[in-house]
């Protein structure tokens, strides 16, 4: 009897050893909310890139666990979520979607050595005001991002009213000034600067005020949901002006919710990684499970990639080795071969502008003479 009870004992502690041989990284995003879709294309890279990962025997021999943590883009829910990855004891995050979200919750895994990087949060603040050197981003910067998209206006639009706006957010605020600051720089001062409330669903008034303003253009620093009322609002007006916006488009629930409206919808984003042709297999096995490789799917799915490779170089998950690799190492992801600088952003190539038509969207021109168009996304 004492020998099967030690028996037990002995299962128990070799089970209790394997489960403590497991890896708990996050993902943090908008998994409910109105930015929910871009939650989705998080959880749906970082799913695909555990399960990947492990299938190949995981990372230095231990397997990897996922949490998910849902901040819906709130920053007080941000911080509620780092400190809960805080205690689940997890090493790495891939996260946060929202600039708002990522800003104050980098400060939570700075103290508590957690490394963290963003796929999708592109406010300049985030990296250069950074609180700790184990926050990073695989994605560009709205200070790149406002750069092509203002040359892009003044020379495209120079005889056209151009309105800006901004939802006061983090993202879109910053964004907006950026784009501003460029286009005043070429010469063109906007007709219309003025900021709007997200989450509103009547932009009547302001809609209102454009026409009567003539715009011609309007520039959103904002995310898809409230430009996609906009572009309806405007066009039940008899307004036909264009809309011009970033990233936060990239998103098929755009055109769910303009229908014909959002046609010729103008917006920057990184060169589609969908294109490149080692993220062929991963998309494959994305679209085969019924999902959507668009938007940051698959930013995600190289940020854990990344942090995977810096691991295996490190050969432990400890915080100072594994920081030591992503600032020394260079990365062979879906999204590229990818690097970090001294203050964390990615060494990869800039913006391209895109344009929605019928329900997709497409290379309209790119932001980098390396970066070729090829066939269009599907």
Same mark, same amino acid.
């Given at each position: ?174 964004? #907006? *000034? ?6 005043? &720089? +070429? %010469? $063109? ?6 900021? @709007? /409330? ?80 080692? #993220? *062929? ?6 679209? &085969? +499970? %019924? $999902? ?6 698959? @930013? /995600? ?78």
């Amino acid at each position: 009897m004492k020998k099967v009870l030690l028996g037990g004992v002995a299962l128990n502690l070799v089970m209790s050893g394997m489960a403590m041989a497991e890896i708990t990284i996050g993902v943090a995003g908008p998994i409910t909310g109105q930015y929910a879709s871009f939650g989705e294309q998080f959880r749906t890279g970082a799913e695909q890139a555990v399960a990947d990962i492990n299938e190949a025997g995981g990372v230095n021999g231990e397997m990897l666990r996922l949490s998910i943590g849902d901040d819906a883009c709130d920053p007080r829910q941000a911080v509620a979520v780092a400190n809960q990855f805080a205690s689940e004891g997890v090493t790495f995050v891939a996260g946060h979607f929202c600039s708002g979200s990522s800003i104050p919750a980098s400060q939570v895994y700075a103290d508590e050595e957690i490394v963290m990087i963003s796929p999708a949060s592109t406010n300049p603040a985030f990296t250069e005001e950074r609180p700790g050197e184990g926050v990073f981003r695989v994605c560009g910067r709205d200070d790149q991002q406002g750069e092509v998209a203002g040359a892009y206006i003044a020379e495209n639009f120079a005889d056209v009213n151009v309105a800006i706006l901004n939802d006061r957010t983090a993202y879109g605020a910053g964004l #907006a *000034a950026e784009t501003e600051r460029v286009l005043r &720089a +070429a %010469g $063109k001062d906007p007709t219309v600067v003025e900021a @709007y /409330t997200a989450g509103e669903r009547d932009y009547t008034a302001l809609v209102t005020r454009m026409n009567q303003e003539d715009v011609g253009l309007v520039y959103i620093g904002g995310y898809h949901t409230e430009a996609g009322l906009i572009a309806r609002q405007m066009r039940e007006q008899g307004m036909d002006a264009l809309i011009m916006s970033g990233d936060a488009l990239v998103s098929d629930e755009y055109w769910a919710i303009t229908g014909e409206a959002g046609e010729g919808t103008l917006m920057t984003f990184s060169p589609d990684p969908r294109r490149n042709e080692v #993220a *062929a297999p991963v998309v494959e096995k994305i679209e &085969a +499970a %019924g $999902k959507s490789a668009e938007g940051y799917a698959l @930013y /995600t799915y190289a940020a854990i990639q990344a942090w995977a490779q810096a691991v295996n170089t490190a050969g432990s998950t400890d915080f100072e080795p594994v920081v030591a690799a992503l600032n020394e190492g260079t990365f062979d992801t879906v999204i590229g071969e990818l690097a970090f600088d001294d203050v964390g952003d990615v060494t990869l190539p800039g913006y391209v502008v895109y344009e929605w038509s019928d329900g997709t969207y497409d290379y309209v021109e790119t932001a980098a003479a390396d970066v070729e168009p090829a066939t269009p996304a599907q």
